[in-house]
């Protein structure tokens, strides 16, 4: 079983940045690739960034790419989401989630976060 508690969300301007935290607890969660998701009001969820296990690998969300950088500390279980440059579409709730498939994309994970919320203001 794996644990996952996100922070860091809140209201912001438009141009502003946000780090957001989520942490792990349960020893496979290292073994794991890990993923940020997000749903908009109405809007389907979607994979926002991923990193794999040993953080050799990294995808984004195009409409993020150059913004947005997942990263993972795995002496703390923990994987961050830093989003720069916010725009109001970005606004969702976002969730951590593991493992994430990188090959079989409809492989959702087992493990989810309770979310938190970014609202971006313009």
């Known amino acids: 079983q794996v644990y996952l508690v996100e922070s860091g969300g809140g209201p912001v301007q438009a141009g502003g940045s946000l780090r957001l935290t989520c942490v792990a607890s349960g020893r496979s969660f290292s073994s794991y690739a890990v993923g940020w998701f997000r749903q908009a009001p109405g809007g389907e969820r979607e994979l926002v960034a991923a990193?794999?296990?040993?953080?050799?690998?990294?995808e984004y969300l195009d409409s993020v790419k150059g913004r947005f950088t997942i990263f993972r500390d795995a002496a703390k279980n923990t994987v961050y989401l830093q989003m720069n440059e916010l725009k109001v579409e970005d606004t969702a709730i976002y969730y951590c989630a593991a493992p994430v498939d990188f090959v079989i994309r409809d492989n959702l994970p087992d493990y989810w976060g309770q979310g938190t919320q970014v609202t971006v203001a313009s």
């Open positions: 990193v794999s296990w040993n953080s050799a690998r990294t």
